[in-house]
């Protein structure tokens, strides 16, 4: 590796990846060291000391500095010493260059090898801090292929996991599109940075609020509940802190523009808005909409609601295979029993009798 290559090679490291030279030297004297040890034979003390600007390496052996040489391999005189360094004394240490054929070679391959292992630790810690910082956040990112039933996203900065588990069934996921995922966690492998990706987080959703709705993003609109059966359908409780403003409003838009951006993203699953109450029954209400409820009780010991509702309105409450108030119970965190109005008047009567 000649000198300027060498050079660029360090400062493109400094610049574009934060490695200190120090830290590339270091490395490379250590790397070289260990070239050098196998090259020399055994049980000579070397050390190895590398001029970055000249981009040159120099092996030394070190030699101890005594009154009366008995092994010249390890040792040497105090006058010898001295001619190398004036102010060596004895029990000293000093570096005697030492030569090494083809150390030359050697060295630029080891430089190579040293520079290219310290750029993917640099861009596998690079990736590991962006995206640390990134977790319980949403990250847009292109499909780039399936590996195993897992998908592998390219991030920009490096890449992300979508394991099974974490993908929304039938959802289907094309290489070259652009989605945005959840980021569950970002751990350090062998590998390198594994960063797990979902698209099934309920977490997802919130987020998708709180970036594509001012209002949300503002703190004038608060989401204070979401219900989530990711790829089918969703429930987002949403209360304003400015009487001027109207949170279901502000989050659906006109025509629901708004909110079918979201929809869109999550490749068209429903989400219904609703408004938030402090009031349980209220809420409860709310929760089940489309549905109109007729009549509600609420058992609070066992956090239990009982709600009526017209017959025409009960399978519109239950919803398709019990969603909607599967939904409705997880936005609210009550039980929901509904009945038909006509279910409830028949037992009534029975009472009577």
Known sequence: MRQKEMLYLFEQLEQEKGI???????????????????????????????????????????????????????????????????????????????????FGRIAAQTAKQVMIQKLREAERDMVYKTYKGREGDIVSGQIIRDEKGSVIVDLGKGEGILPPKEQVRGERYRRGDTLKFYVVEVRKTGKGPRVVLSRTHPRLLTRLFE??????????????????????????????RDPDIDGVGACVGIRGARVQGIVRE??????????????????IMNAL????????????????????????QFSLAI???????????????????IRPASEVR???IEEEA
Do not use: C
């Not at 999550?266 to 809420?283: A, C, M, P, R």
């Not at 909409?289 to 009526?308: R, S």
């Open 211 to 240: 970036r594509e709705m001012p209002e949300v993003m503002s703190g004038l609109v608060e989401l204070k509940a979401t219900a989530r059966e990711p790829g089918e359908r969703s429930k987002v409780a949403v209360v304003s």
């Open 346 to 348: 028949m037992e009534e």
């Open 20 to 102: 200190g030279r120090e830290v590339l030297v270091e490395a490379l004297e250590m790397a070289l060291l260990s070239a050098a040890r196998k090259k020399a034979p055994p049980g000579i003390d070397l050390d190895v000391k590398f001029d970055l600007s000249q981009g040159k390496a120099t092996v030394y052996q070190l030699k101890d500095v005594v009154d009366k040489v008995e092994d010249p391999k390890r040792e040497i005189s105090l006058e010898e010493a001295r001619e190398i360094d004036p102010q060596a004394g004895l029990g000293d240490k000093v570096r005697v260059p030492y030569i090494i054929s083809d």
């Open 266 to 283: 999550l490749q068209g699953e429903n989400i219904d808005v609703v408004q938030y109450s402090d009031d349980s029954k209220t809420f």
């Open 289 to 312: 909409k489309p549905a109109i409820v007729k009549k509600i009780e609420l058992d609070e010991e066992n956090q239990e609601a009982f709600v009526v509702v017209d017959d025409d």
């Open 319 to 337: 919803g398709k295979k019990g969603q909607n108030v599967r939904l409705a119970a997880k936005l609210t965190g009550w039980k929901i029993d």
